[in-house]
């Protein structure tokens, strides 16, 4: 037990010295998510058909493809094109490429999120709200946003989660996280207390776990109030 704790005191600052990247990672990534999201979750339920098929394949193509194949395929596909334009990515962070990796993957399920908490409102709301003379603007800021919103967040934060367990796979394009810094503090020690190490690892992201979900949960909660009637 003594020993486990020496290890564990000895590369914990060395792990908490990647966590920075995760977190980036993961912020950035769901920022992003949220607006494109939006936008394909949009070109899906709209009548467009263009905007419509253009938004089912890349929400398919998203969903359906490891995550993996992705940030290798960005990796890869980017400096291509920018190539065969005159274009020089030579001194682009790897950090740039797994990012937009990232939020296109994570803005596919944003889009289904959204469509499906659109799908599940209360539109007598909206009917009600459009008699009283409101725009479509007004509309969609006071009700269909706060509705859908009440809707999407728990599915939104399970993907989140999910997202930031995901983010150990950036190391394949040269972005260390704190998982890919385990790994490295495993090797460099040729295995040596990497039992430790990774037991410390899902400790840490157990507690960033619980942390967002408590933050969500709070959201959710104050998004809640109001929306549906007290009963007598």
């Known amino acids: 037990m003594r020993e486990s704790i020496q290890i564990v005191s000895r590369y914990l600052p060395a792990l908490l010295r990647a966590l920075p990247t995760t ?27 263009p905007a419509k098929i253009v938004s089912s394949v890349f929400i398919s193509f998203m969903r359906g493809t490891p995550m993996m194949v992705q940030v290798l395929l960005i990796f890869i596909l980017i400096p291509t094109i920018a190539y065969q334009n005159g274009v020089d990515t030579g001194s682009w962070s790897p950090f740039l490429y797994a990012l937009i990796a990232y939020s ?13 908490a659109y799908n599940g409102m209360d539109f007598r709301q909206v009917e009600a709200a459009e008699s009283l003379g409101m725009t479509k603007a007004q509309v969609f800021r006071r009700v269909t946003m706060p509705q859908c919103a009440v809707i999407a967040l728990p599915n939104l934060t399970n993907m989140t989660l999910e997202q930031m367990k995901n983010t150990s796979i950036a190391a394949v394009i040269g972005v260390y996280d704190i998982v890919a810094r385990a790994q490295q503090l495993a090797r460099n020690n040729y295995g040596a207390g990497q039992m430790q190490l990774y037991l410390t690892v899902g400790l840490i ?28």
Request: glycine share 6%; with cysteine; charged share 15%.
């Open 104 to 116: 296109l993957n994570l803005s596919a399920f944003f889009a289904e999120i959204y469509r499906s």
């Open 23 to 49: 977190l980036e990672l993961l912020g950035l990534s769901v920022l992003f998510a949220l607006f494109l999201g939006f936008f394909l979750a949009w070109g899906k339920i709209s009548r467009n058909l």
């Open 205 to 232: 992201f157990w507690a960033l776990c619980l942390l967002i979900l408590f933050v969500m949960n709070r959201v959710t909660k104050k998004l809640s109030r109001g929306m549906v009637p007290e009963k007598a």
